[in-house]
Each structure stands twice: as structure tokens, then as C-alpha cells.
């Protein structure tokens, strides 16, 4: 991972050699899930991820980070594939923040359709996008936290994914959550 990368995601709280130290303890590491956030604070390791407990295994020797630090980490695994009819949430580019369903890749292109973001031109019915700017979005089995909204807190696992409404399963009670991808996080 590049420094300017790594300034651009920890902002000013990690110092050049703090990346440093983060780029060798980290080379080499591959995650299932593509995409990783991991945030670091004081004493305290939280991960909003879509990956299995051994996959952030490496991270248990977290208190290399400072206290004074706290970072956010995005690694992307070169292994990285989606299929057609994975839900995605696009993650760079012009196009951030938009939500859709792959429907084919070619050459490490993902043609997405099922679009839908705040600010979508209605006219727009596919995009064209590289992989790499993608991210899978809900899946049944995911666990996750509802961030805003009248489920703000809540905690559980999805059941139902229905285009994009998410059904949680709660203290084995069954709540239906209008989920974007801002609305609730994966960990």
C-alpha cells in the first residue's frame, strides 16, 4: 500500500513511520471479504468487515498502534471476485456510493444494473465499472448494525434480502429494515 494512500485514508492521526510500520506488519495479508475497514483506537480494535473471524486473525497485534492514533484501513485482496447477481456498493470513483447488482464481468469489467443511488440520473439502466471499485453489499448470513433511521442500534442477521429492503433477525425477533448501504454496517 502506497504512503500517499495510506495518508489519504489515516488522514493526519498516523505519522510516516507509523504507515511504515503498518505496511510491513500487513504485506503480504489477503482477505476473503476484498474490502476491509479497521478502525484503531487506544486500546480497542472494532472491524466493520465482511470477513470470518481468521481472516482478521493478523490484527490481534494491534497494539502497535499508538493510543494517540486512530486509523482506518482499507485493503483491498487481489483475489478479489464478485459473481453475477452479487449486490455491490461502488466505492470509488465518480460513481461512490452507488448500489447495484452484477449482472456479467469481463477482463476485471463489472457491468452493474438495479442501479440506485440518492442523485441517479433516472436514464441510467447499466454502468460499466472497473472490479476493483467494487464492494459486496448484504448478504443472508451477514451480521450487521442498523445505523440510523427508527432501527438506529439494532443488531442482528440478515435473513431476507429483498432488491434493497434487508430483514434482520433481532433477539429471534424478525424486523424489516429499508436498508442503503449508509443505513447499517457488516461486521
Given at each position: 500500500m502506497p504512503?500517499?494512500?495510506?495518508k489519504e485514508l489515516f488522514g493526519e492521526a498516523v505519522?510516516?513511520?507509523e504507515g511504515d510500520r503498518l505496511i510491513h506488519i500487513l504485506k503480504?495479508?489477503?482477505f476473503k471479504g476484498g474490502l476491509l475497514q479497521l478502525e484503531l483506537t487506544l486500546d480497542r480494535v472494532t472491524f466493520d468487515i465482511h470477513a470470518t473471524r481468521n481472516d482478521v486473525f493478523v490484527f490481534n497485534a494491534a497494539k502497535f498502534v499508538p493510543k494517540t492514533a486512530i486509523a482506518k484501513l482499507i485493503l483491498f485482496c487481489v483475489d478479489f471476485e464478485?459473481?453475477?447477481g452479487t449486490r455491490v456498493i461502488v466505492?470509488?470513483?465518480e460513481q461512490c456510493g452507488l448500489i447495484g447488482v452484477m449482472h456479467s464481468v469481463i477482463n476485471g469489467q463489472a457491468t452493474l444494473t438495479n442501479l440506485y443511488h440518492?442523485?441517479?440520473d433516472d436514464e441510467l439502466s447499466s454502468l460499466v465499472l472497473p472490479v476493483t471499485q467494487l464492494h459486496p453489499l448484504w448478504a443472508v448470513g451477514d451480521a450487521v448494525k442498523v445505523k440510523t433511521g427508527l432501527h438506529a442500534g439494532l443488531e442482528g442477521q440478515v435473513i431476507a434480502v429483498d432488491d434493497f429492503d434487508v430483514t434482520i433477525v433481532h433477539a429471534n425477533k424478525?424486523?424489516?429494515?429499508c436498508s442503503t448501504y449508509d443505513d447499517a454496517s457488516k461486521y
Open positions: 504512503p500517499a494512500l495510506l505519522t510516516e513511520s503480504g495479508k489477503k464478485l459473481a453475477a466505492i470509488q470513483g440518492e442523485k441517479l424478525v424486523e424489516h429494515v
